[in-house]
């Protein structure tokens, strides 16, 4: 069984500018999650998606960031403009359902100079 | 809001010790709880599980008991590895409706030959 893809696995941008990653779930798994990851300290939810809705983005700063899963499936998430403070790694997990077991893609490591 | 507290790192341990990772929860409701690991370079994988109280996870010689009465879940290890040297996050998933998991900081474990 194929498992959560991410891409870019890593992107180094300069600040105000924006960026965009990518995720393609496990097949069958209606759940998806963004996860923002800084170093040193455990992964905090951003944004979950059951289908193609959205059932959490309360920790999600909208004024930059976005994120869309068209169809139910596929999943992208902006930052529009980066900030320093943005450095980290992205994980996306999906999940059969909610309440059931999360699996993690590798992350995309985000820079921000 | 529902949270997670883990025993600070990095631990370092000889091959063949006896591991204890602590983890303690604050939760409404009866939250499933979980142990993910991070080896180097990878992404978020699950150790093991726990859906109800008293309930034990086991996987790899890795174990933890969910303890309602204290509110932990503790994971031990009788015999260490060079192998296991890794991050180790303990995990709940929110039982108040949207199921989202929260992370606890991450625990570094060094295990020397």
């Known amino acids: 069984e194929a498992g959560v893809a991410q891409s870019p696995r890593y992107k180094i941008i300069e600040k105000r500018q924006s960026v965009a990653f990518w995720c393609n779930p496990i097949?069958?798994?209606?759940?998806l999650y963004w996860y923002q990851q800084i170093l040193g300290q455990g992964p905090k939810l951003l944004i979950q998606?059951?289908?193609?809705?959205?059932?959490?983005d309360s920790q999600l700063p909208k004024d930059r960031f976005s994120a869309e899963r068209l169809k139910g499936v596929d999943s992208t998430l902006k930052i529009q403009p980066a900030k320093l403070e943005d450095s980290a790694v992205y994980l996306c997990?999906?999940?059969?359902?909610?309440?059931?077991?999360?699996?993690f893609g590798q992350g995309t490591r985000l820079t921000v100079v | 809001g529902d949270s997670v507290t883990q025993m600070e790192g990095p631990v370092t341990l000889s091959e063949e010790a006896f591991l204890t990772i602590n983890c303690t929860y604050t939760?409404?409701?009866?939250?499933?709880l979980f142990w993910y690991v991070q080896y180097p370079g990878e992404g978020l994988q699950l150790l093991l599980k726990?859906?109800?109280?008293?309930d034990k996870g086991s996987n790899k010689g890795f174990e933890a008991t969910y303890r309602k009465e204290t509110t932990s879940f503790h994971l031990e290890k009788g015999s260490v590895q060079v192998s296991d040297s890794a991050v180790y996050f303990c995990?709940?998933?929110?039982?108040?409706?949207?199921?989202?998991?929260?992370f606890g900081t991450g625990t570094r474990l060094k295990v020397l030959a």
């Open positions: 097949s069958g798994h209606a759940t």
């Open positions: 939760a409404t409701g009866y939250p499933s």
């Open positions: 997990a999906s999940s059969l359902e909610m309440n059931t077991e999360a699996f």
């Open positions: 995990a709940l998933s929110d039982a108040s409706g949207t199921y989202k998991y929260i």
């Open positions: 998606f059951q289908n193609n809705g959205v059932v959490d």
């Open positions: 726990a859906t109800k109280a008293d």
